[in-house]
């Protein structure tokens, strides 16, 4: 058996140590901590107790990033506000607007009790936050062609990004189902020039398909958020489907993210109401 050269097994160590010290250089830019919750909710008479495990929940992991990121890393009243008065439902959109700086990146226990008419959670979480600063100069607009939608009205979306991006757009439901809107098997070109405005779907892609909004049984009107993500470098993002449940495509959307550099990536906002 020929063995390699002195030469090359040098070359070889100095390869893979260059590899570890910059492995090792990305993972000191994140700061984990495990975060302990405990609070309640006073559960309404119109509300069911599962949409207060929900809300809840939301206020948990709001709670957990912003010991982790600081209170208020972003003001809700920047959000585009919904015509809903679905508690859990803006519960989540606080979430999300101040999980920029901070993510989720693994929950350990989820566990709910009752008091009377006040509902006890206990959680415990991984929060992680990238410490390196995010692109000042690196921005996202999305708007609708819409603000409030009838079903069987079309959804069309407007993105412009200062920098070249690939743009990512996930959809979440009043429930907090998640799922990726954009792209899919129809429309795959997600690469958008700086300065240009790019409707989703464009001409082209609306003789193939078209975000046709539907009605939800048992309800006259809901709403929707959408999430806009733009990253620099093309990013493969194809975990996330429509059969994983909320807390999975949380967590899988979650560590998606962290494992991308923070000045790569930016994301922004933008929610609408169907009614029938």
Request: with cysteine.
């Amino acid at each position: 058996m020929k063995f390699p050269s002195i030469e090359y097994q040098i070359a070889l160590c100095i390869v893979l140590l260059s590899v570890c010290i910059l492995e090792s250089g990305f993972a000191q830019n994140i700061d984990t901590h495990t975060i302990h919750i405990v609070d309640s909710l006073f559960i309404e008479d119109d509300r069911s107790v599962d949409e207060a495990k929900t809300e809840l929940l939301n206020i948990a992991r709001q709670s957990a990033i912003e010991q982790i990121v600081g209170v208020n890393v972003r003001s809700v009243n920047t959000l585009t506000e919904t015509e809903t008065n679905n508690s859990y439902f803006n519960s989540y959109q606080k979430l999300v607007s101040v999980s920029v700086d901070g993510k989720i990146t693994n929950e350990y226990k989820i566990e709910f009790s009752k008091n009377q008419d006040y509902l006890i959670i206990q959680y415990l979480a991984e929060v992680s936050r990238d410490l390196t600063r995010a692109d000042p100069y690196y921005s996202l607009s999305l708007t609708l062609n819409q603000k409030i939608y009838q079903v069987g009205d079309n959804l069309v979306l407007n993105v412009q990004v200062t920098k070249p991006s690939y743009i990512h757009i996930i959809s979440i439901d009043e429930h907090n189902n998640i799922s990726q809107l954009f792209p899919n098997y129809y429309m795959d070109q997600n690469f958008i020039p700086a300065g240009v405005e790019r409707n989703i779907p464009n001409s082209q892609e609306s003789h193939v398909l078209s975000f046709s909004l539907a009605e939800t049984p048992g309800r006259d009107s809901y709403s929707e958020l959408l999430l806009c993500i733009a990253t620099k470098k093309p990013v493969s993002f194809k975990e996330l489907t429509s059969t994983v449940d909320y807390s999975d495509n949380w967590l899988i959307l979650n560590n998606w993210l962290m494992n991308i550099p923070r000045n790569e990536w930016t994301e922004t906002y933008a929610s609408y109401t169907v009614i029938k």
